[in-house]
């Protein structure tokens, strides 16, 4: 299949490769490194005002390297206005709201996942919950500092995989903590894929995951002072970055 975006750079002669969508229906395209940079400024001009993520993965032992970007077009008044979003409750929010379970809904992001926010206190219990509701897959774990001096946040995007269906059905969950004792239990026991993710959000923010069988600092040297992605962050001057290696 071919989509519209495809199409359009077809009709105007802009070489690329379609890659079909993916399982969430998003429309994936390959573009040549030499082209890229001006096929970018066009996507810009074309709407695409958003850069939702940028990452990049080995494609084969010994093979290609990819560097992937994710766009969106932000629009007033496309599908739902954000307002509306938040007025709404999931289904899982109904659930956890019969059920006596505690938690805040956000609404939906932009893609019509649901979002929740989880106390700290109650996060290990409910992710149990979860587990055994069947969402039985964690796709994505990761933490931001959401403002200088103010509250940091881990974010965990949990799938439930059934066979024969072609959309799983995602929920976001939001645990917000101090920065002063920023503690959260741990979902290694639960979902074994937090494992490097967890640790990665404790090395660059400082986020305490309890009962992490193994946590420690992955990317940064062990004797590395501060916590490289808080806002309030300063970096150390090239001299004592010496010290600390």
């Not at 503690?183 to 923010?205: C, G, H, N, T």
Request: glycine share 8%.
């Amino acid at each position: 299949m071919q989509g519209r975006l495809s199409s359009w750079l077809v009709k105007h002669g802009l070489i690329h490769r379609s890659l079909g969508f993916d399982y969430l229906g998003i429309e994936t395209l390959q573009i040549k490194p030499e082209d890229w940079h001006s096929i970018a400024v066009i996507l810009y001009v074309y709407g695409y005002n958003y850069l939702r993520s940028q990452c990049a993965y080995d494609v084969a032992p010994g093979g290609l390297l990819a560097s992937v970007y994710h766009f969106t077009r932000i629009e007033y008044g496309i599908n739902q206005p954000e307002e509306e979003k938040q007025k709404m409750q999931g289904r899982l929010s109904s659930w956890l709201v019969k059920h006596g379970l505690i938690h805040r809904s956000l609404g939906f992001d932009y893609l019509g996942v649901e979002t929740l926010q989880i106390k700290p206190e109650d996060w290990h219990s409910i992710a149990v919950i979860l587990y055994v509701y069947g969402y039985n897959y964690l796709r994505s774990q990761c933490a931001y500092d959401v403002a200088p001096g103010g509250l940091l946040a881990s974010v965990y995007h949990l799938t439930r995989i059934e066979y024969g269906i072609n959309q799983p059905e995602e929920v976001c969950i939001k645990i917000f903590v101090s920065r002063k004792n920023p503690r959260i239990p741990s979902i290694f026991w639960v979902w074994k894929s937090a494992d490097f993710q967890e640790q990665e959000s404790y090395d660059m923010l400082g986020i305490s995951y309890d009962s992490h069988p193994r946590l420690r600092r992955i990317l940064m040297p062990e004797n590395w002072i501060g916590w490289p992605l808080r806002k309030d962050y300063i970096a150390p001057n090239f001299y004592e970055i010496q010290d600390a290696h």
